[in-house]
């Protein structure tokens, strides 16, 4: 069975700092992993994704994670906030029937000035 | 290219009421699927259609029904609302061939039930 866990419902850092928002899943055969971005009172928006080969991806709005399997992780990270960054983000993990996604809880990321 | 739409944005219904919230894609995908998001809970599965003329239920699919009307339509009905059903509901549609078959998502239906 697939599932995803998110450490952390809520994430606050100072504008300019590191973001660093936590994903670990489970999954029975190589994952495909992705993270989502939701404004408020906005759907979700593909921020990036992982399928095979290089670990590290690379996203839109400078945010990028890295795969790691050794520890069943996919930590997403920007190395410098902006305000505009403050939103939830979601991980999911698409599952062994392809066309099922499985999301983690959400992290709602509040960047301060 | 609109992606994935709904209507409506917001609805307010009594207990014991029902709707229809409406689905429509332009990316012609084969998958549809539809979401509650419920605070602290993330997303959880209604239902789904994997292809045109089939529907499987998801995480949470009682009271609730679908129908795919077409590859473009994929609606979701409450039949006799209730107040636990107080939720955003998204719509999504997922692309096909090659992986790793992405999900894109409507803007959400506000649904408040009194």
């Known amino acids: 069975a697939q599932s995803v866990t998110q450490l952390g419902s809520h994430v606050s850092v100072s504008e300019g700092a590191l973001v660093l928002l936590r994903c670990n899943y489970s999954?029975?055969?190589?994952?495909?992993l992705f993270w989502y971005v939701q404004y408020p009172n906005q759907g979700l928006q593909l921020l990036l994704k992982?399928?095979?080969?290089?670990?590290l991806v690379k996203g839109i709005n400078g945010f990028e994670a890295e795969f790691k399997k050794s520890e069943t992780s996919f930590h997403l990270t920007k190395p410098s906030a902006h305000m505009s960054d403050a939103a939830e983000y979601f991980c999911?993990?698409?599952?062994?029937?392809?066309?099922?996604?499985?999301f983690g809880s959400g992290t709602k990321l509040n960047v301060k000035p | 290219n609109a992606g994935v739409t709904q209507t409506p944005k917001f609805q307010v219904l009594k207990t014991g009421q029902s709707m229809t919230l409406q689905c429509a894609q332009d990316?012609?995908?084969?998958?549809m699927y539809w979401y509650r998001q419920d605070p602290g809970m993330g997303l959880r599965l209604i239902y789904y259609?994997?292809?045109?003329?089939?529907?499987d239920k998801g995480e949470v699919p009682n009271g609730y029904n679908v129908s795919r009307l077409n590859k473009r339509e994929f609606s979701l009905r409450l039949e006799s609302a209730a107040p636990s059903q107080t939720s955003v509901y998204f719509c999504a549609s997922q692309s096909g061939a090659p992986p790793p078959y992405e999900q894109y998502f409507g803007p959400g239906t506000r649904l408040t039930v009194t």
């Open positions: 990316m012609n995908h084969n998958s």
């Open positions: 999954s029975s055969v190589p994952p495909y």
């Open positions: 999911a993990v698409r599952g062994n029937n392809f066309n099922k996604f499985y």
């Open positions: 992982y399928t095979t080969g290089a670990t």
């Open positions: 259609s994997a292809s045109e003329g089939t529907t």
